[in-house]
């Protein structure tokens, strides 16, 4: 029997640009596709983390919490990049909670609220870490062809978060993701730091895609 899916990187109408997923649907759909767990990471936010830890728990699904967040680019700072934050236990959790808090407080970019590196430096414990794919700073360089960078800035992520930082990797046909892919594993394979495949969901079923353009839109 092949191991199950499980929706690592997904958006709910709470990332209020992006997506169209409802909480209650979007457990039912996990339950209807005998998913064991599924996370809810929405845009730099966790305003949904309660209604949907007691939904997942009453059908019997294992909610995994976490965050999209924005980190800040040093070099642009109206082009941040983006990182995948999952609380593995209470302690990431509270220090997820801290970090976006601070991000609203002391980092709006753009009307962005953005989370400086160097913060992670003090809240990394319980958190585990995907780079953020091709959106990601490790991405982002690979994409310039500066490996180098991308070598210095996974160096720096295995050392904050040891074995909990995963290299992402999403296939959902938009520009670049084959060439972020290809450089990706074979730096990942290089580098002995594991990969881990995701698909950014911002809704459910294909016929919803019309909506979603629609919410984009507005």
């Not at 709006?108 to 992670?120: E, L, N, T, V, Y």
């Not at 958190?127 to 490790?138: E, H, N, P, R």
């Not at 310039?144 to 050392?159: R, V």
């Amino acid at each position: 029997m092949s191991s199950p899916f499980i929706h690592l990187h997904v958006h709910s109408e709470y990332s209020l640009y992006d997506s169209v997923v409802r909480i209650k649907s979007l457990v039912a759909c996990a339950k209807e596709n005998a998913m064991p767990a599924v996370a809810l990471t929405d845009m730099a936010n966790m305003f949904a983390v309660v209604k949907f830890y007691r939904a997942a728990v009453s059908a019997g699904i294992k909610p995994v919490i976490g965050s999209d967040v924005w980190i800040e680019n040093s070099a642009d700072r109206n082009k941040p990049f983006r990182l995948l934050l999952l609380c593995q236990d209470t302690e990431g959790y509270r220090n997820l909670s801290r970090l976006l808090t601070r991000a609203y407080t002391e980092g709006q970019h753009s009307g962005r609220p953005c989370i400086s590196r160097d913060w992670i430096d003090h809240a990394a414990g319980g958190l585990i870490a995907l780079s953020g794919a091709q959106q990601g700073d490790v991405g982002q360089a690979l994409l310039s062809n500066n490996k180098s960078l991308a070598t210095d800035l996974l160096a720096d992520y295995q050392q904050l978060f040891g074995d909990r930082f995963y290299i992402e990797l999403q296939r959902t046909g938009q520009p670049w993701q084959e060439e972020y892919i290809h450089s990706a594993a074979a730096l990942a394979t290089e580098m002995s730091i594991p990969v881990v495949a995701t698909n950014h969901v911002h809704f459910l079923t294909s016929d919803e895609f019309d909506a979603h353009e629609v919410r984009v839109c507005i």
